[in-house]
């Protein structure tokens, strides 16, 4: 879910589509905070690690600025594989996606019924 989550919070900031970036957010920052609780061999610090880049990330979003964006979106990258790495899961290694193409199955471009930014 997080990867998924985290893949299309790219794909929507990159589009400029801040309404869904927004949203996936939010999806992605429910996911780590279930993580936290279901899994209780996470520790709590390497969860709360992740809030000051999702937090920059909300910044970015609320200001439509797609440089904040990407800077963030790194930084947030860095803390899962910091986790991973610290969970034996080092395996795991997660990277801001670098393809130009988006999961093909959604539209990602903002809507033309919205507001733009
Ligand atoms: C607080 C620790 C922690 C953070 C932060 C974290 N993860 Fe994970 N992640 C884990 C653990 C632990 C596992 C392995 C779970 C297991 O083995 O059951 C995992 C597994 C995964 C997997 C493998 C799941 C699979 O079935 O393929 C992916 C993909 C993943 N995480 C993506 C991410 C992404 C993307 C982020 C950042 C947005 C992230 N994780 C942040 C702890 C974390």
């Keep these: 879910m997080a990867q998924l989550e985290h893949l299309k919070l790219w794909y929507a900031g990159k589009a400029k589509n801040w309404d869904l970036a927004a949203y996936e957010l939010r999806q992605l920052t429910n996911s780590l905070a279930e993580a936290a609780i279901f899994y209780p061999a996470v520790p709590v610090s390497n969860v709360t690690t992740m809030k000051?880049?999702?937090?920059?990330?909300?910044?970015?979003?609320?200001?439509?600025?797609?440089?904040?964006?990407?800077?963030?979106?790194?930084?947030?990258?860095?803390?899962?594989?910091?986790?991973?790495?610290?969970?034996?899961?080092?395996?795991?290694?997660?990277?801001?996606?670098?393809?130009?193409?988006?999961?093909?199955?959604?539209?990602?471009?903002p809507s033309g019924t919205r507001r733009k930014k």
């Design 52 to 109: 000051e880049p999702l937090l920059s990330i909300a910044d970015a979003i609320a200001a439509g600025d797609d440089r904040k964006f990407a800077v963030s979106m790194r930084t947030l990258t860095e803390g899962c594989n910091a986790c991973h790495g610290s969970m034996g899961r080092g395996f795991i290694a997660i990277a801001v996606p670098t393809g130009g193409q988006p999961p093909a199955n959604q539209i990602f471009s």
